[in-house]
């Protein structure tokens, strides 16, 4: 068990250089690279969508639960259409859904800061996290289209650098000789 690690030192480099490549495409795109993905995505929820109004319609035939999978499709459906026929729109709605999301949990993680007894050693964090989550959230609903840029780019280069990172840890795997093991 021990040698297949170091055997396959390769699918660690190609992990690494997967990840590099995505996270140049992320700090390079266009935006029109953006919305045909968003396009492509559109056509899979649509996909699936119709995959699984398939299921709940067959799900109520033999007398079993499938009212919520027929709300889900018809939601995955509606998501669909709108991120083909009008991309933009969809997605500046989603980017301000997330702003929501956002502000939501940051509120969340700071009334259960407040209200946890006893002392915790990462307060300090976990309450900089809750600001920070929060005013992410209030940025996205101001400027939707630049943060998203920006948080883009950013994971786009920790991507990369990630990518780098796996290549190099993949090659000193590769120098690795395993230990033989004592027969007992």
């Known amino acids: 068990m021990e040698t297949k690690r170091f ?3 390769w699918f660690l480099a190609l992990n690494g250089g997967i990840f590099t490549i995505f996270g140049l495409m992320m700090l390079f795109f266009a935006p029109e690279f953006i919305k045909t993905l968003l396009i492509y995505f ?3 929820m649509l996909a699936g969508g ?3 109004l398939l299921a709940g319609i067959n799900n109520i035939r033999r007398d079993k ?3 919520m999978v027929l709300v889900e499709s018809i939601v995955a459906i509606a998501i669909g259409f709108a991120l083909i026929f009008f991309p933009e729109a969809s997605t500046k709605l989603f980017l301000i859904m997330i702003g929501i999301w956002a502000i939501i949990i940051g509120i969340v993680q700071l009334v259960v800061i407040v209200n946890m ?3 915790i050693s990462n307060k300090n964090l976990l309450l900089a996290n809750g600001l920070f989550t929060i005013a992410l959230g209030a940025v996205l609903l ?3 289209f630049l943060w998203a840029i920006i948080l883009v780019k950013i994971i786009g280069a920790f991507a990369a650098i990630f990518g780098m990172l796996l290549i190099y840890f993949s090659f000193l795997l590769r120098k690795i000789k395993p230990a033989s093991t004592p027969i007992s």
Do not use: Q
């Open 142 to 144: 101001f400027n939707p």
């Open 65 to 67: 639960a499938g009212a």
């Open 42 to 44: 559109g056509i899979v």
């Open 117 to 119: 007894k006893g002392e």
């Open 7 to 9: 055997k396959n030192w």
């Open 50 to 52: 119709g995959i699984m």
